[in-house]
């Protein structure tokens, strides 16, 4: 049961580069998060998905877009990065809506140049 | 709206002694309140959490929190604080009047000393 996976770990883009962050989970989770995490800012929702096929905008969404095509991964993609974007990621998981506790990745440490 | 405050970014404590970090709360219905913590390079793992009944909630490591409704705060506390309770705290809030995500606290940095 490996819980809550990220890859990669750590990435360097360029401006203007896309890439995409791939978040999976073996619990069965119908809720999955992307966060970003800054320093002084905490932790800020970028987008969500409540099931298998749908996506959700949080609080911070702009510069990303996310899709949910199987209900175990959850992916982040980046179009074209900006230095803005230079972050650590973390992906997580809930059974169900927000009165479940959520299930953290690792995180994936984000540059951009 | 939801919104939660932490209102200390660090806190020292010495080990052995109890300690206190402080989270407040907004929302506009009942709340679901929710203690994380996070490890160097880790990510957040659940503490504990206050969804209704007994206003003291006891969670993992030995942490407690109390909920008080009238001074909208969810304080985590623990009797005795050991040097590996090290760590970033963050307090995270979700108002069940309309709102299926958290919001999370801009965290708290504990540094207990030996």
């Known amino acids: ?113 | 709206a939801q919104s939660v405050a932490q209102p200390e970014d660090q806190v020292n404590v010495a080990e052995g002694n109890p300690l206190t970090v402080k989270c407040t709360y907004s929302v506009s219905g009942n709340p679901y309140l929710f203690w994380y913590v996070q490890y160097p390079n880790r990510g957040l793992q659940f503490l504990l959490k206050y969804i209704t009944g007994d206003n003291l909630v006891k969670g993992s490591y030995g942490f407690e929190a109390e909920f008080n409704k009238s001074q909208t705060s969810f304080h985590l506390k623990k009797p005795s604080a050991l040097v590996s309770d090290s760590a970033l705290y963050f307090c995270a809030v979700r108002d069940i009047k309309g709102y299926s995500t958290l919001t999370f606290g801009k965290g708290t940095m504990l540094l207990v000393s030996p």
């Open chain 1, 1 to 113: 049961n490996a819980g809550v996976t990220q890859t990669p770990k750590f990435r360097v883009l360029k401006t203007g580069q896309s890439m995409t962050l791939l978040c999976a989970q073996d619990m069965n989770h119908e809720y999955m998060y992307w966060y970003r995490q800054d320093p002084g800012m905490g932790l800020r929702l970028i987008h969500y998905s409540v099931g298998e096929g749908t996506t959700a905008k949080g609080e911070v969404p702009d510069g990303y877009n996310v899709s949910r095509l199987k209900k175990q991964n959850f992916l982040l993609g980046l179009e074209s990065a900006a230095p803005s974007q230079t972050s650590v990621y973390f992906c997580a998981s809930s059974y169900r809506d927000g009165n479940y506790e959520q299930y953290f990745g690792p995180g994936t440490r984000l540059t951009v140049t």
